[in-house]
């Protein structure tokens, strides 16, 4: 059981810096969607390990406040 | 060998794993071009892996992954270490040699690539540790350098002995104490990269991996200067957070630290080497 990374669409959405999914040390787990109606990065829950970097980047680096870290459910019903 | 070792039967598209149908579909297969800024949109060659949460060398193998320039054509070979644990996931060519003669390994690759293929470019790039490469292999890594092989060797610096236990290394900077080394190191680090300037190398970079798009441009350039002129060496610092007592969420910022100390942003470039690198800026590759 172990906390993973979620993005706020909502904040995300403000910018476009991709810099978290750059980051991150997980291979295809921190990725970006660049539609014409949604644009923010997207965690693939399953695959963090959670070690909380993507946070650093974001709230730490560019102040920009945009992942927390949640119990997943498939963990939090446990 | 090229990407169409890759391609999928049509036969079998709907029974394959998607992971393995996303290889095929939105991997960055036969683009000079390629590089990090890929990756957010993009398949990547590294499947998964089981190094540990936060580990900088998986960022590292991340940015190296997607910057190789011709990864159908590449072939690498690697050492063990924790590398090792990544390299089974990676849908490129590789071979894991013993603990140390990475070099020699990777040496019989090129001469055999160049005779079986003498009309296409194949790249060999030796992804090794610090004890792999500087301690065990350095009698094959400077041998290499020696003969001229057009081969790129990128190492991995975590400083220490990290996955068995916590043993200084050569490249352990003096008076550092591990677990498995509590008087602390007697003798300074090891300059590997001057080292490797010495011993022939004709494209040597330092740094950490704190900046993916500079880890691109280094690779590129060692790359491409390996393929037409001789040997180029990458020392790359990624920490072992476990090793030095950090979060999983530090590694960064222990990286950035040291941009600013021992791994200071270093780059050697040989007078051919630049011709090279300026023929590839020409031709928008770099």
Same mark, same amino acid.
């Given at each position: 059981?172990?906390?993973?990374?979620?993005?706020?669409?909502?904040?995300?959405?403000?910018?476009?810096?991709?810099?978290c999914?750059?980051?991150?040390?997980?291979?295809?787990?921190?990725?970006?969607?660049n539609?014409?109606?949604e644009?923010?990065?997207?965690?693939?829950?399953?695959?963090?390990?959670?070690?909380?970097?993507?946070?650093?980047?974001?709230?730490?680096?560019?102040?920009?406040?945009?992942?927390?870290?949640?119990?997943?459910?498939?963990?939090?019903?446990? | 060998?090229?990407?169409?070792?890759?391609?999928?039967?049509?036969?079998?598209?709907?029974?394959?794993?998607?992971?393995?149908?996303?290889? @095929? /579909?939105?991997? %960055?297969?036969?683009?000079?071009?390629?590089? &990090?800024?890929?990756?957010?949109?993009?398949? *990547?060659?590294?499947?998964?892996?089981?190094?540990?949460?936060?580990?900088?060398?998986?960022?590292?193998?991340?940015?190296?992954?997607?910057?190789?320039?011709?990864?159908?054509?590449?072939?690498?070979?690697?050492?063990?270490?924790?590398?090792?644990?990544?390299?089974?996931?990676?849908?490129?060519?590789?071979?894991?040699?013993?603990?140390?003669?990475?070099?020699?390994?990777?040496?019989?690759?090129?001469?055999?690539?160049?005779?079986?293929?003498?009309?296409?470019?194949?790249?060999?790039i030796?992804?090794?540790?610090?004890?792999?490469?500087?301690?065990?292999?350095?009698?094959?890594?400077?041998?290499?350098?020696?003969? @001229? /092989?057009?081969? %790129?060797?990128?190492?991995?610096?975590?400083? &220490?002995?990290?996955?068995?236990?916590?043993q *200084?290394?050569?490249?352990?900077?003096?008076?550092?104490v591990?677990?498995?080394?509590?008087?602390?190191?007697?003798f300074?680090?090891?300059?590997?990269?001057?080292?490797?300037?010495?011993?022939?190398?004709?494209?040597?970079?330092?740094?950490?991996v704190?900046?993916?798009?500079?880890?691109?441009?280094?690779?590129?350039?060692?790359?491409?200067?390996?393929?037409?002129?001789?040997?180029?060496?990458?020392?790359?610092?990624?920490?072992?957070?476990?090793?030095?007592?950090?979060?999983?969420?530090?590694?960064?910022?222990?990286?950035?630290?040291?941009?600013?100390?021992?791994?200071?942003?270093?780059?050697?470039?040989?007078? @051919?080497?630049?011709?090279?690198?300026?023929?590839?800026?020409?031709?928008?590759?770099?």
């Open positions: 059981m172990y906390y993973v990374a979620e993005v706020i669409n909502d904040e995300c959405t403000k910018y476009k810096c991709n810099q999914t750059l980051f991150c040390p997980e291979p295809n787990t921190l990725m970006y969607i539609s014409p109606n644009r923010h990065a997207y965690v693939a829950t399953a695959r963090c390990k959670g070690c909380a970097l993507c946070v650093y980047v974001c709230s730490n680096l560019l102040k920009r406040n945009a992942i927390h870290m949640i119990m997943p459910e498939v963990h939090a019903n446990v | 060998m090229s990407f169409k070792v890759f391609q999928i039967n049509e036969e079998f598209l709907d029974v394959m794993p998607k992971e393995i149908v996303e290889l @095929q /579909e939105n991997a %960055t297969w036969g683009n000079p071009k390629r590089g &990090v800024m890929d990756l957010p949109f993009h398949k *990547e060659l590294i499947e998964e892996h089981s190094l540990c949460a936060g580990c900088p060398e998986a960022a590292a193998l991340r940015y190296i992954m997607a910057s190789i320039p011709a990864p159908e054509d590449t072939v690498i070979v690697n050492s063990t270490g924790c590398t090792s644990l990544v390299f089974p996931h990676i849908a490129m060519h590789t071979i894991h040699s013993l603990f140390g003669n990475q070099n020699a390994v990777a040496s019989g690759i090129k001469r055999v690539l160049e005779y079986r293929y003498p009309d296409r470019v194949k790249d060999v030796v992804l090794a540790g610090d004890g792999a490469t500087v301690d065990i292999g350095l009698d094959c890594t400077l041998q290499s350098f020696f003969r @001229q /092989e057009k081969i %790129t060797t990128i190492c991995f610096d975590n400083e &220490v002995y990290a996955n068995t236990g916590g *200084e290394s050569g490249m352990t900077p003096k008076g550092h591990f677990k498995m080394a509590p008087k602390g190191k007697q300074e680090k090891v300059p590997m990269w001057q080292l490797a300037i010495d011993s022939g190398c004709h494209y040597v970079a330092r740094l950490t704190s900046s993916p798009k500079r880890v691109e441009s280094v690779i590129k350039k060692a790359v491409y200067v390996a393929r037409e002129v001789g040997p180029t060496y990458i020392h790359l610092y990624t920490p072992c957070i476990l090793e030095i007592g950090l979060n999983s969420d530090q590694g960064l910022e222990e990286m950035r630290s040291k941009d600013k100390e021992r791994f200071e942003f270093f780059e050697y470039v040989s007078p @051919q080497a630049q011709e090279v690198i300026e023929k590839r800026k020409a031709e928008g590759l770099l």
